[in-house]
């Protein structure tokens, strides 16, 4: 069974950070592109960065661009997204994403794989 796993969030300060790691397990993920979604109270789920297999292309959504740092160990099969300097509008549920086609990572309509999220809250 194909489990993508969360964890590492919680409650922090404004202008804190979190580092979040995605365990997958189930079967490797070669080839494939990882990424992190999230989805805040009453609004709807938003692309936040992907990573390629190699690590040599990282994409990040315009909002957390210089504050958020993808990454990934494939030996480990785990992603990670360090998250600096955190705004309250950072609050949400992340969930970690996987597929072989970097466009779906567009909206995230027809991921292969998700998560089950955890929740990053950030107080001001």
């Known amino acids: 069974q194909v489990q993508l796993v969360e964890s590492g969030g919680g409650l922090v300060q404004a202008g804190g950070s979190v580092r979040l790691s995605c365990a997958a397990s189930?079967?490797?993920?070669?080839?494939?592109?990882m990424g992190w979604f999230r989805q805040a109270p009453g609004k709807e789920r938003e692309f936040v960065a992907t990573?390629?297999?190699?690590?040599?292309?990282?994409y990040y959504a315009d909002s957390v661009k210089g504050r958020f740092t993808i990454s990934r160990d494939n030996a480990k099969n785990t992603l990670y997204l360090q998250m600096n300097s955190l705004k309250p509008e950072d609050t949400a549920v992340y969930y970690c994403?996987?597929?072989?086609?970097?466009?779906?990572?567009?909206?995230?309509?027809?991921?292969?794989?998700w998560g089950k999220g955890t929740l990053v809250t950030v107080s001001s």
């Open positions: 189930g079967r490797t993920f070669t080839g494939y592109f």
């Open positions: 990573i390629s297999w190699s690590a040599g292309s990282t």
């Open positions: 994403a996987a597929d072989r086609n970097r466009v779906v990572f567009i909206t995230g309509a027809g991921m292969g794989y």
